[in-house]
């Protein structure tokens, strides 16, 4: 037998019954196993970084929902935080943290961004306009819904009002001047002057009122604007004139001075009042005016149809019925001690002149008779040691 020594392998045939050399077959065997160890190592390397990714979604989702109790708080960089910033949360108190403080409009940090949205405000009316009066209007009312006073409202409508408050009625006509101030018609022989003048104001503040549409060249002195023309008077202000209303003075004997149906004469005798008052109404809240010197010489108490009206404090009839001035259904007590008080637009008048009242007395009921838009009792007392009219609500309980 020989040996080939190069190769290393023998030249004899086989033996019985022995299989041939496997020599690459058992190369290929090899080859195959570590295919297999290779793709197993790379995959199971993929599976266990998807595994810690999800572990660790998972922790940080159970992180953001809790800290732990002895986790540090640290303010922000130079803010100047009272607490520590090693305090537990468990150990912060609500009472300890500093209190709100509005913040300014502009920091070192914070900006204000522009707003392309601009809001232009409601252009000055130069125009006179008209109102209707409904169920309910007062004039304090009326003069809060365009910003004006009770007076202005007043003096653009003269003719109207009269300077009453009471004649305000359901269904008129208003004039509502644009400023505060008053409203003229121009009568021939007029001067800008004299008109300033007597309003108060300069003769260029009516000149420069664009809603006069005046020339600015016209003599404050030879003026010529034709008759009948209305020009509104910016800041125009003058004295109220003196209404009709009745003028209830202390006399002995006693006697309401207003002319009308229910005017009693001369009462001779009859019972004296106690000097202190009681609310004339079972309900005591303010349903429309309050006293206003020279506007509005009482107070309206609010209540229903058909209320009882109690004598305020005892003494004698002096006016009871009807009165051509507005307040409807009147009724005037003296009470022979310097005080008369005044009740008017009562839907019934349950006393007679020259009877006898005690206070507490029913001597009619609430309605809504003369000039008015709703329910109430207008309700007046005057002192002759105070000169005449005073605010109800000063001697009140």
Known sequence: MTHNRQSGRSDSPPKDNQPPAQGPQRQDGRGLTSTIKAWFSRYARHLAILALIVLGGFAARMGLRTLPVDAAISPPAGSAASTPTNAPVSQI??????????????????????????????????????????????????????????????????????????????????????????????????????????????????????????????????????????????????????????????????????????????IVDGAIGTGSFVWPTPGHWLSGYHFIPGIHPGIDIGGAIGNAIYAADSGVVVYAGWNTYGYGNLIIIDHGNGWQTVYGHLSAVGVGCGQSVFQGTVIGAMGCTGNCTGPHLHFEMHGDQFGGPVDPLQFLP
């Open 93 to 266: 108190k609500l009472a300890d943290l500093p209190a709100y403080a509005t913040p300014s409009t502009q920091t070192d940090d914070i900006t204000r961004t522009s707003d392309i949205h601009t809001i232009i405000p409601d252009r000055p009316r130069m125009k006179v306009i008209t109102y209707k009066v409904k169920d309910g209007d007062t004039l304090f009312g009326i003069a809060d819904k365009y910003g004006l006073k009770p007076e202005t409202v007043l003096w653009g409508n003269y003719d109207t009002l009269k300077d009453d408050v009471h004649f305000l009625s359901p269904g008129q006509e208003l004039n509502i001047l644009p400023v505060d101030g008053t409203y003229y018609k121009w009568h021939e022989g007029d001067s800008l002057r004299g008109v300033a003048d007597f309003f108060s104001v300069t003769p260029e503040d009516i000149l420069d009122w664009p809603g006069n549409n005046l020339p600015a060249t016209l003599d404050p002195e030879n003026t010529d604007i034709a008759s009948g023309t209305m020009l509104v008077i910016p800041g125009g202000r003058r004295e109220m004139v003196s209404w009709q209303a009745p003028r209830i003075y202390r006399s002995n004997p006693a006697v309401a001075r207003v002319a009308g149906p229910g005017f009693c004469g001369q």
